[in-house]
């Protein structure tokens, strides 16, 4: 190909054009090549997948009672009855011993923050208008759970503080109630 037919091509390239929506819809060239243009939308709705709070039915999780216990105010775990062994999260089998033999037991709502930090950037989906915001690990005697802590400011805090269970509701687009839990600085 001689010059004048690589210009010639190139003039044919920029006629070839598809919206951008980088752009706001402005249009750009396939490259000169025969191929189909492929337009991008500019919202994507994200799979559910990508949803930091499980779904809580029976259909979807096996520690659907874990969920029900929340609701009715009740942080609660697994205690192995084959071994004793107390595990958070909830577990359907025991990993010590592998026993299927597993009851629900009631958490204290009080705690002790055992370490903490302060995220402020790649937070999970739904809560990016959080941010900056609290997580931290919450001693609660016989075990150690991870939370956000919220109503809190990293340098208000320190290892040691006493914290309490906040229990919330999660809004979201499933067609059921949802809670988690949440950790708050003692008053």
């Known amino acids: 190909m001689n010059e004048n037919e690589r210009a ?23 490259g000169g090549t025969d191929r189909d243009v492929v337009e991008i939308p500019k919202t994507i709705e994200l799979p559910r997948l990508l949803d930091f709070y499980e779904l809580q039915n029976a259909e979807t999780t096996e520690i659907v009672e874990f969920y029900d216990n929340l609701r009715d105010g009740q942080l609660t775990t697994t205690e192995c009855r084959e071994c004793g062994e107390l ?8 990993p010590e011993c592998r026993s299927e033999d597993l009851e629900y037991v009631d958490l204290p709502h ?32 016989d075990v150690q759970v991870s939370a956000h ?37 003692r008053e």
Do not use: W
């Not at 920029?14 to 929506?21: F, K, L, M, N, Q």
């Open 8 to 30: 010639n091509a190139d003039d044919e390239r920029t006629e070839r054009t598809a919206p951008d929506p980088r752009a706001g819809g402005e249009p750009i060239t396939d």
């Open 87 to 94: 595990h958070f999260p909830p577990r359907i089998v025991c």
């Open 110 to 141: 009080e705690g002790e923050l055992f370490a903490f930090s302060t995220v402020r950037a790649g937070a999970p989906m739904g809560m990016e208008d959080e941010v900056p915001f609290v997580i931290g690990i919450v001693d609660l005697g």
């Open 149 to 185: 802590v919220q109503n809190a400011e990293y340098d208000d805090l320190e290892i040691g503080d006493p914290v309490d269970l906040k229990i919330v509701e999660i809004d979201g687009p499933v067609d059921h109630e949802r809670v988690f839990y949440r950790f708050e600085p």
